[in-house]
């Protein structure tokens, strides 16, 4: 019904990751995409961007905060694991005394929560739930560590999810790989994020564009029927491998694709809800629009599922 996102003023552009580290514009580029990322200051807390995405998600949507009936944070970087996040963002946008917990499926977080509230809605759990993805991963990266560093970035963003006559949310085509939970870890409070870049990147580049054709099967539609594709924004070379064969199996050359990566960098469950709202703000995509979400990450953990832009 709505959306909403934030980002920190704060932008680190690959020229000054360069002037700290044996790297080079062109050399990220190259590898990951990114030109530029977000990063929040020490000061500010994850909790406090989601409760921006989130304010503006209702408001996005016609509502008031009093209409929420549910608030489900998708996060994998909260400091500590009590509080959770999704109390105290509630509280502080109004949401008053209303069931809301965290959830942790990494980078396919939104996508996981999503299709938990789709389904709360549906079972008359709640009449609207506020779903926000919100990462500081800057908490979690090693400043130094050039595989890391160049990649991950901070941010929130949020939906509104709310009774229908028609169905404006598919049925989520999820699961997960805990045979291979070591490619992407934090193994214990005083560590930083490690990732097996191309580990991950083999995975990711064969294995979820079955994971979206299995969305867009679940939805009842063709590949054809797809307006737009919003992968996690992990690296902009997977999202082109993911988007090529989707393309080979009949989706159309002329879909849009989010590109957001470029420019905000992998905000884990962030990156989903927000290049959906980057995309509708800049006139990429329009209301209505039958829209292609999938996520994948840590876990390993994977989901997708074909909705509407609100």
């Not at 514009?25 to 030109?35: M, N, P």
């Not at 560590?191 to 099967?217: C, D, K, Y």
Request: hydrophobic fraction near 45%; glycine fraction near 8%; proline fraction near 5%.
């Amino acid at each position: 019904m709505g959306l909403g996102s934030y980002q920190p003023e704060n932008v680190v552009s690959n020229h000054d990751l360069a002037a700290r580290m044996d790297t080079s514009d062109e050399w990220i580029r190259e590898r990951v995409g990114i030109v530029n990322r977000r990063v929040a200051d020490k000061d500010e807390l994850l909790v406090d961007m989601a409760v921006t995405a989130g304010s503006k998600a209702i408001a996005d949507a016609g509502l008031t905060p009093s209409d929420i009936g549910a608030v489900i944070v998708a996060t994998c970087t909260m400091p500590t694991p009590i509080p959770n996040a999704a109390a105290q963002v509630a509280d502080r946008i109004g949401v008053k005394e209303a069931p809301a917990f965290d959830l942790n499926a990494a980078c396919a977080g939104f996508c996981y929560a999503l299709g938990v509230a789709s389904d709360m809605v549906r079972a008359g759990t709640a009449k609207h739930v506020l779903v926000i993805g919100a990462e500081k991963l800057s908490d979690w990266v090693d400043p130094d560590d050039r595989s890391t560093a160049i990649i991950f970035a901070d941010a929130a963003g949020a939906a509104v999810v709310g009774p229908s006559d028609e169905a404006h949310i598919g049925p989520v085509a999820w699961g997960s790989r805990g045979d291979l939970v070591e490619a992407i870890t934090i193994k214990d409070r005083v560590s930083f994020v490690h990732q097996e870049g191309q580990s991950v990147f083999r995975w990711a580049t064969t294995q979820i564009a079955p994971v979206a054709l299995r969305a867009v099967e679940l939805a009842g539609i063709e590949p054809s029927e797809v307006d737009v594709f919003v992968p996690h924004q992990a690296n902009l070379r997977i999202v082109e491998a993911v988007a090529k064969r989707l393309h080979a199996k009949g989706a159309r050359q002329d879909m849009v694709i989010a590109r957001d990566i470029v420019e905000s960098g992998n905000t884990s469950s962030a990156s989903i809800p927000m290049a959906l709202d980057h995309m509708r703000a800049a006139g990429e995509i329009s209301s209505g629009d039958v829209v292609l979400l999938v996520g994948f990450g840590a876990g390993l953990s994977y989901a997708g599922q074909v909705v509407r832009c609100p």
